[in-house]
């Protein structure tokens, strides 16, 4: 499904964030990245489509290498990839249906998407997403003038509208309050567990990771350190990969 | 997914019937001041064949007549200094005056009178005028350029004042301290980096309207530029412009040196 | 001993050193200046003379005389306006370095901007009209060429300031540039767009009552023919009526921008 391959990053030459990745994905289940600020998750995260420009390695997604691709086969790719971010990234000053609609710009020429001519087939799915995320009663008001959690599933909504094989989150919960997190968490893990694709997440919250993931990654100095069930990380590999053991307890 | 036959389709964008009307008021009326004008495709498309063959003729630019060129621009140097400086001076304790928040009724309405008054015409006009009275020459120039300068300063100015805090204001005043440190001390300090933005905006301004009096008499590069255009000596006036371009970027460059220095 | 300074020497000296300039400046510009005192001091009295003779103001004349030019300044200025916002756009993205991020064409989009707001919208007239002929063509023009450079200036400043974080959730989806043009920066800066344009057509309305002066249409013809004939009557006349059009746009952009903010 997507194989990550030598994977190195570095934005100052000589100091590489990512230090040559090796990881595969299965077709399906919620994988969590964990790892200190700083330490190259969200590089990891932004080099598989490519936001960021890997220095050297392999995305192998779906048959064909991300890295490989010119700007026009990037896009296409990237038409199937959706990606969930921590400030939500929405257009603020758009309604949340359009927000949503924007999902299918990759698919939508620019001139239909200027006169707002969406096929009725994408509305009648951006309608229906609106339900599933609890925001039907929602559909004309202003982006800005929703909550955060609100927010973020208008972003969830969003990256859905792709109809996506691989889902990316950068950090989605990290500017949430402890509740809405667990509500956004519960709603990818229900969207994971809908469809065939699937989900990582970068998160630095361990408990929320323990909890709905499937499939842990832990990194450490732009290094894979630990990569296993929620079930077999003990407090040694969390101490391995954050260092100190004040915050543990 | 459920399916939806039979239903009626879901709009995702309402109508705004407002909006339309508006636009479609806005393009009848770009169609009729197009007619008004008798701006013809016709008339554009002879004007562009025109407009190559004069474009042959304006390079490559004549800078032979260089002191007449110096000349013009020097003085039109002389007329934006003078001007600003002039302008800065008039405008700052009548911008003190208009302001509301810290004058009286019979103090602040006057004033605002008088800036409005001078904003009111373009520097051309107001230019020519000047010429009339006092003659040709860049003393018409320097005063029509002052009259704009504190028409325009004196608004900004205003509204700086207008903005401060007045609990610094207060809180000098209840030191004893008399109006004149009242002003340099609460007022200045919290205008006093934007007032060297508008200045420097506005000198930057005057350079640019001082090359254009002189097409009306008041001195400087444009009497230059004009004469040249009557004379069909297309070359001489593609240097002068360059020139102008090339003076007004390098003001520029000045001003946003200026403003660096004081931090704005 | 301690002491306590409020610039360090190196703001001292450039505050100095400017001080100084602006003084040399001043100094060498009035020692130079062909100004013969005896005009200066004569100066009042010659403009209060004028005054006088502007009155009384001859009202009759404006339904024939001056109506119809001053119509047509107002649509120069409006039309010179649309032109100029639609020409600007292109280059102000270009100029915005956030959207375009090829120095080479922010620097050639820059250069464009900052030339044609060197060249004054009466000299650019003076440019058309040897090209179209006198008329409101040369004029619309005019404001049009002139006005690109403030309003890409402004544009593309109001574009480098946009939020980045929705235009990386638009090209993470795959859309194509101009969608995300479209959808990303376009809702962003759309009231300083709106600000923007108002602005410059205020400025443009009072621009195209001069551009008469060199032939390229308007009101500014009017005024001139009456201020070589010293017909000083009418010419009051035709300043009254600039000044109440130029009062009224201000009043409209005003309330308009109320609207918008």
Known sequence: ?249 | MAARTGSISRRAFPPNWAARAAWLVFFVYLAYAASRLELTPARFMAGLEHGGKFLSRLFPPDFHRRELLLKGMVESLQIAVLASALGVLISAPLALAAARNLMPAWASWPARAVMVLCRTFHPVIVAILFVKAVGFGALAGILALTVASVGFLGKLMTEAIEEISLKQVEAVRATGAPFMSVVSHAVVPQVFSRFVGFVSYETDANLRNSTMVGIVGAGGIGGTLFAAFQRFDYDFVCAIVLTIIALIMAGEVLTLRIKKAFRV | MRTWERFTLAERMARFTVYLGVVAAIAASLQSVEVIPEFIADAPEQVADMLRRMWPVAWGFYPEGVHEPLMDSLHIASLGTVLAVVMAVPVAFLAARNVTPFAWLNYLAKVILVSARSVNTLIWALLFVAVFGPGALAGTLAIAFHSIGFTGKLLGEALEEANRGSIEALQASGAPWLSVALKGYWPQVRPAFWGIVLFRWDINVRESAVLGFVGAGGVGMALDTALNLFQWERAATILAAIFVVVLVAEVATTQLRKRIL
């Not at chain 1, 955060?148 to 969830?156: M, P, T």
């Open chain 1, 1 to 249: 499904m997507l194989a990550i391959r030598g994977l190195r990053k570095e934005y100052v030459p000589g100091q590489p964030v990512l230090q040559g990745i090796d990881l595969e994905f299965a077709a399906r289940g919620i994988t969590a990245v964990i790892g200190p600020s700083g330490t190259g998750k969200s590089t990891l995260i932004r080099c598989i489509n490519r936001l960021v420009e890997p220095t050297s390695g392999q995305v192998i997604f779906e048959g064909r290498d991300l890295v490989a691709l010119n700007r026009a086969e990037l896009r296409a790719a990237r038409r199937r990839i959706g990606m969930v971010f921590q400030e939500y990234n929405l257009v603020e000053r758009l309604t949340v249906m359009e927000n949503l609609l924007c999902g299918r710009l990759g698919y939508v020429s620019p001139f239909k998407a200027w006169l707002r001519r969406y096929p009725q087939r994408d509305v009648e799915r951006a309608f229906d997403l609106l339900e599933t995320v609890g925001l039907a009663a929602h559909a004309q008001t202003r982006a800005d003038a929703l909550s955060g959690g609100q927010r973020q599933r208008v972003g969830i909504a969003r990256a859905m509208m792709q109809e996506p094989r691989l889902l990316l989150a950068d950090e989605p919960t990290s500017s949430l309050d402890p509740k809405t997190s667990v509500e956004i968490m519960t709603l990818m893990q229900t969207l994971s567990g809908m469809h065939a694709f699937p989900v990582i997440i970068n998160i630095h919250n361990v408990e929320l990771a323990r909890r709905f993931a499937g499939r842990i990654i832990g990194m450490t100095g732009g290094r894979v350190v630990f990569d296993g069930s929620p079930e077999a990380i003990t407090d040694e590999h969390l101490k391995s990969i954050y260092g100190g053991e004040d915050w543990l307890h």
